[in-house]
């Protein structure tokens, strides 16, 4: 049998990557895909790991040999999704996870209608922006830019499946795990 595809999106600084790490650890028969990408490992990252960190040239190439489920820019930098890993692990049985961008995702629902979307969501406005300045590592201008994005977010986290509001994390997790156990193969 087959096995399901699900997406989760979200805005940057809403704690999305906790969220996912807490649901890894509690959900069973998910595997996480690796997205290959053209951005510089961060620290602690880890090639064939957090990403399969590749040059644009390689990149390019993957897109030309029809390599990539999806793939978008984002931030300057390429992000794709593996197509045969994936498809792979699809006909295994397994249920599978991207966790991608919004233009990604729309790419993905055309192609495999029947995927399940999730977009996480910071829990207000004004709850974000208290957590952008109590962190103080911000400029003013990237506070403004940062309150941009998310309204910008919130508009495309209608196209999805599933809200997922990230106020407390555990709340969070639990909603994902729900909808995964009611989805899932
Ligand atoms: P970061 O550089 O912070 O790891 O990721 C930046 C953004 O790229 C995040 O929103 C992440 O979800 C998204 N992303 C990671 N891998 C992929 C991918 O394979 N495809 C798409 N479309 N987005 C991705």
Do not use: C, H
């Not at 192609?111 to 952008?132: M, W, Y």
């Not at 994005?149 to 969070?172: G, H, Q």
């Amino acid at each position: 049998m087959a096995g399901k595809l699900f997406i989760i999106s979200g805005s940057s600084g809403v704690g999305k990557g906790t969220v996912i790490k807490e649901f890894l650890n509690n959900a069973k028969s998910i595997y996480l895909s690796i997205s290959s990408t053209t951005r510089m490992p961060r620290e602690g990252e880890i090639n064939g790991k957090n990403y399969f960190f590749i040059t644009k040239e390689e990149f390019q190439r993957d897109i030309e040999n029809n390599n990539f489920l999806e793939w978008a820019e984002f931030s300057g930098n390429m992000y794709g999704t593996n197509k045969n890993r994936v498809l792979e692990m699809l006909s295994q049985g397994k249920n599978v996870l991207l966790e991608i961008e919004v233009q990604g995702a729309k790419q993905i629902k055309q192609k495999i209608p029947e995927a399940v979307s999730i977009f996480i969501l910071p829990p207000s406005k004004e709850e974000l922006e208290k957590r952008l300045r109590n962190r103080g590592t911000e400029t003013e201008e990237a506070i403004q830019r940062r309150l941009q994005a998310i309204e910008f977010e919130a508009k495309e986290s209608d196209n999805y499946d599933y809200k997922v509001v990230n106020d407390i994390i555990a709340n969070a997790v639990n909603e994902i795990l729900k909808i995964y156990e009611e989805n899932k193969e």
